[in-house]
T-cell receptor, first 114, second 109 residues
Framework: SAVISQKPSRDICQRGTSLTIQCQVDSQVTMMFWYRQQPGQSLTLIATANQGSEATYESGFVIDKFPISRPNLTFSTLTVSNMSPEDSSIYLC???????????FGPGTRLLVL | TQLLEQSPQFLSIQEGENLTVYCNSS?????LQWYRQEPGEGPVLLVTVVTGGEVKKLKRLTFQFGDARKDSSLHITAAQPGDTGLYLC?????????FGAGTILRVKS
């Protein structure tokens, strides 16, 4: 398995500001993903973070709103830009080890936008 | 886009009871995974099934993958309060996972 950490674990932000979430993995991984989750609900994939190239975004998510960096094989950041209360959610990163069948998640970042 | 329908959405049972959660699709998946998530934490992988008809057991949890690899079930025997959480199924769809809507399980002592 992999040990995945996220920073911050939670934050309360004002609308119009931006927050950058960090995801650190204890081993080199090829694939990393960013998800959004409303409490008690399922996960929605935001994008795939590709090392050395631009992230691949899912329908409904755009780079201007959720810019992603992937400078190396153990680290990625997701920025939530120009936040509104609708962005209040849990943001999770995940990594793939040994194939898509094995995906591990970070503990999540709980964001509240006022 | 492949879709996974998960049922029931919510389940509240007494300690010691049995339960089954279902995950169904009209599409074939290369693999299917089950996760459990507790409040304040990320989802934790319970099991991955890849072969049609496969059955895997994890203590009191039994996971089954349908013969056609379109559906799966999770059966919990003699549920305990520690089983409380959000259960998610996820199917392999090319280079990403498709998640079901989730089942919130509450086991009362």
């Amino acid at each position: 398995s992999a040990v995945i950490s996220q920073k911050p674990s939670r934050d309360i932000c004002q609308r119009g500001t931006s927050l950058t979430i960090q995801c650190q993995v204890d081993s080199q991984v090829t694939m990393m993903f960013w998800y959004r989750q409303q409490p008690g609900q399922s996960l929605t994939l935001i994008a795939t973070a590709n090392q050395g190239s631009e992230a691949t975004y899912e329908s409904g998510f755009v780079i201007d709103k959720f810019p992603i960096s992937r400078p190396n094989l153990t680290f990625s950041t997701l920025t939530v830009s120009n936040m509104s209360p609708e962005d209040s959610s849990i943001y999770l990163c995940s990594v793939v080890l040994g194939g898509l069948e094995t995906q591990y998640f970070g503990p999540g970042t709980r964001l509240l936008v006022l | 886009t492949q879709l996974l329908e998960q049922s029931p959405q919510f389940l509240s049972i007494q300690e010691g009871e049995n339960l089954t959660v279902y995950c169904n699709s009209s599409s074939v998946f290369s693999s299917l995974q089950w996760y459990r998530q507790e409040p304040g934490e990320g989802p934790v992988l319970l099991v991955t099934v890849v072969t049609g008809g496969e059955v895997k057991k994890l203590k009191r949890l039994t996971f089954q993958f349908g013969d056609a690899r379109k559906d799966s079930s999770l059966h919990i025997t003699a549920a305990q309060p520690g089983d409380t959480g959000l259960y998610l199924c996820a199917g392999g769809d090319g280079n990403k996972l498709v998640f079901g809507a989730g089942t919130i399980l509450r086991v009362k002592s």
